[in-house]
């Protein structure tokens, strides 16, 4: 089986920009009334959710293989 880094990499890139880790605590930026990294927070939560559904559905999931052999 073909192991996909490429997924792997994403997923880490969007944790790495989804985290607010690095945003100033003084940070005053607001968005419609929110602060800047939890929007920011938001956008990467629904990035990630349409990547996961584009991974599985554009993978085709066969149920009879076993992943021990």
Do not use: H, N
């Not at 944790?15 to 939890?38: D, F, K, N, R």
């Not at 629904?46 to 149920?63: H, Q, V």
Request: glycine share 2%; proline share 6%.
């Amino acid at each position: 089986m073909k192991r996909p880094y490429w997924i792997c990499a994403v997923y880490v890139v969007l944790v790495v920009i989804g985290i607010p880790w690095y945003w100033q605590e003084e940070s005053t930026l607001t968005v419609m009334g929110l602060p800047l990294w939890v929007v920011i927070a938001i956008a990467v939560s629904i990035c990630a959710s349409m990547f996961t559904a584009f991974l599985l559905l554009r993978y085709p999931w066969d149920m009879d293989v076993k992943l021990d052999e």
